[in-house]
């Protein structure tokens, strides 16, 4: 007891929001870190290796088959989401939108690079030589892990600083990599879109950070919208959707599983913008308005949600009533959850996404185990069951019922690696020591960024108008 | 007569703009008949089916041959300009952006749905079990259909409720079906990028469900631009400029005609915007200005223009001429078409798609006949002639004059169905029970939206600032 | 001596910034010239020819193999980049976004035209018939030497006029085609990503340029941005951060070369987020602010440095640390040597060109240089030598070494181009007859667009709203 009391008086000294030398240090050590890593770790795996094409002469195999020409219009697709879709979707507050969007840029260059290397070691850790082998895929994956910090980023939105963010993503990389492994490898349970591996872990983890990060006296003047950061934040929601259905089909299995993953998410994300609507304005009780908010937001939840499932057989019609589902709880989340959970959980969960990430990314769990459970030869034939779950190997005599288990437990796996690691991490980031903004500075850019002035009314040099315009009539 | 008066009288009750009970409805009910059908009618297509797999080993076929390969990333490139492109194409107006950009995501995902369902009872109705199978050309199909009815939302822009929305997409995608079977397959026209199909019906959908929806005591305040959201508005024109050449070709046959598909549009454009322009400056007689509106939306009309005779040999020089004449066209249009419509023939074109998608539409219809009637042994070779204008089955002796007869009767049955079906869909759009906007109230989000306050301008909190600064200095 | 006095004296006579009868013009005559060069001298090549099918079925080969599937999505993702990216990048001046996104667009239509002539010309000539033969790759070549010249606008962005921009990039491509084909052709350097070619090039002759139109008064009123401004310009940062690996690996050679050219500009652009950030920070001597324009700018050198080498066995560490040194490099630029270069050099560099392409570019040859002449079998394997540094033909008995040379040498003719034949544009730039913007209009979007007026406060129609309150309440 003594030792939490002096863990929290140590935390309530007041605040210093100095970060002009924590956070060049962090950036320089850590990215010289990764620099010798790297050196010692890192290769180019057989299909970016120089020798590939020679290979591929021998066996007469086209230049089209490197997985390059599988994975990298996805790849792309991927990218974007994470910097534009992620970054402009957090630009809504009304003066945090160089945050919103340098400090996601900032966060998701460092973690990808940890991730890399974290993932590396777990899954491709070549045995002959002690190196890693990169590949495009790699880079899908490193991108996927970064997508599951920025999920938790949005939870702390504005009430951070940059260097409390870079040691967030650190832990966060480190605790996906080892769960993504657990899940993956030792429960061998299947996670295409990560709605489990990803989306659920960061939610929990990016909400457990913001319970330990609990301010009670915040400044909300700044915690709003302005009309253009509104539009600002519907070019993310636009590229996040339009671009989920590559997401969810990045890392499937070459051919039908990708083409399949494609299209139930794009189904799923269909559907759920109707319920968003819907639900959005019949619950804006008193008038008939929607709040642009659930627009924003909820629309995605169907993306999410179909993410185990997406190259399984969910059949259409299964991914339309995913979809049709996830946009009424993510919709009813933000008009009655946040609220609450603000006020009687201490949870302050500036972009919800308890209703965005985490409610769907469970649904998500849930309907890939249903929908595992339910696989039969009939649908599947024979080769299918092999093919899309993996029973090779060890797991050869495995059984449909049994992998919908698995997912069940891989699931569970993921909320405890969020909720424990969140908590573990929250600790950490509650020292004085980090630089975040006092209470009454929160989603503020002034605090980190040199914010021009306002738009000055600029006197017309009536002179010269005058000219031009004599001259022209 | 007493019917037309009584239909009249009807028409001009007072306007209840309440969409509190009825767009929710519409939204729930539509949303649940698609599960319900899909459940009935839609499955996965052969490529997109678990057993794809399988019979590609039997047959020794690769991976990389699944047609999600080859078009993919276009239907990634055409999802972009449906959502981002024409979404932000709108939201030029000063207080619609949330409108044009959230309308146009509802109304997309709940046609695209409906559109994957009409679509395929006209072309992919599995006989063997009486189900459709889609797969990624489903998706495109379904995109392009959308992209009509987003089209004619162009016309309506700002004046109509969304629940009129919903109902103007019900009909547009159900007469597009019609439309493109008579087309495509009765009449036997070729259309890669649909200038007939899409933008010709389109636009002469939007334009007559205009002509019947007009307002003579329109208030013009808001239907205006200001800085910002003219800038919005170019991200919008770019994202259609640019995947332009991907629409084009997206559902062109494989290899060289995707290939020639992707570089006619390219060119067209190019000369497009060379030509919109010239015809900006020299027609602001009185100064020496340009016009954002014309770079925002002439600058697009070669790709519509170059639609249907994209995949043909239209040789490069015949792209630019066809871009060439489509900016001087378009823009004139802009400047003296769109003021005459709206005085003298009752039609008010809030973005002015008669300019950008009807004219240049019947150019590129015109344009497709005569390149077909003129298509000659000696450039395409007689292969090429069955390859690109799929003189197979019962077409095995056109002749490719003959097919420069069926292009033009395409072009016609086009226009009939927009103006036509405009009309009657128009007619239902006049009663007085969708909650469209009254006069005085278009062009304005706070209708149905709910607007953020305007940029308060927040007082520095003074002592911290200085604090900060001391310790700094 | 006299003569250059004259000269001076011509070109200092009072400006006339009417462009109402030059630009469209120019507009015409050259659009006109391009449909006739077009006629004489462009058609398609073997791969988007209809007869590509026929003979496809000939050699048995698939669809896939045409290069169409292999560049596509990346020539996508570099259009992306010259229109969006390089677009809205300039949209930082806080009245001078339509200039930046309408300028930008105008050129790069036009200039693309004139590369595929240009470089058609050098490059891909059928001596058969005497025509250019144009393909997918020939359309991201156009793309990529049309970015030499908006590099270039970066420099006089806003001080000049769209008839010169026009004269610049008609002279830049020229100049370009000409370097182009000494560097790659003649002197047989790499430069799969343009470092030299493009980067280089396009910066010194930009900033050559800017030198000659030196403005001594200046009015800086309007040099600077507002807060959603800065936003904007994120916008195209970012798509150009996120498909710099496809600008890299466009025209690689397939498989492996195009994969580990990405994977280098991946990791490359990832450290140089870190240094950036941390150079920003820690130059803020007064202050713990980070300057947007930093992360703007900086964060994309990481991609023009490693341009060169990116298809070269760099491995992945190599690209951190390229990615690492040009972060700083760039980010104490800005800060030191903008200010340095418009002071004592009288270069004024609106963009700071200089410190994202110039610099970079430079290092990017230099790394080149060394990676290729420190080459060696063991690495590559004697094939893989052949395939990468492409010691074919008269080149067959080529050494790494030598080709470091090579490389050394293509650096200082991308060099000299730039400067000379920046000086000599400028010089013609200079004449009074260009429609420039006099001093204290410069950066200014009135000049040359009609502005929207600002945003008036349109007082709420009172009656209504209470109507509707009361009937919802």
Known sequence: MGCIQSFRQCCDQPKNTNVRISLPAVCFVWQLAMIILFGFFIRYNAESDVHWKQENKNISRSDIENDFYFRYPSFQDVHVMIFVGFGFLMTFLKRYSFGAVGFNLLIAAFGLQWALLMQGWFHSLDPMDGKIKIGVESMINADFCVASCLIAYGAVLGKVSPVQLMVMTLFGVTLYAVEEYIILNLIHARDAGGSMVIHTFGAYYGLSISWMLYRPNLDKRLNGSVYHSDVFAMIGTLFLWMFWPSFNSAISYHGDGQHRAAINTYLSLAATVLTTVAISMLTNICWCWFCLVHIQNSTLAGGVAVGTAAEFMLMPY??????????????????????????????????????LHAMP??????????????????????????????????WENMLPTQQGGHQAAGLCVALCFGIGGGILVGCVLRLPIWGDAPDDHCFDDELYWEVP?????????????????????
């Open 318 to 355: 299964g991914s339309l009533i995913v979809g049709f589902c996830c946009g009424i709880i993510s919709t009813l989340g933000y008009i009655y959850l946040t609220p609450f959970m603000e006020k009687y959980l201490k949870i302050q969960d500036t972009c919800g996404i308890h209703n």
């Open 453 to 473: 002035e306002d738009e000055e009314s600029i006197p017309p040099i009536l002179e010269y108008d005058n000219h031009i315009r004599n001259q022209a009539g």
């Open 361 to 394: 990314g469970v649904i998500g769990g849930i309907v890939g185990a249903i929908t595992a459970a339910a696989a039969s030869e009939g649908v599947y034939g024979k080769e299918g069951l092999k093919t899309v779950f993996d029973f090779t190997g060890k």
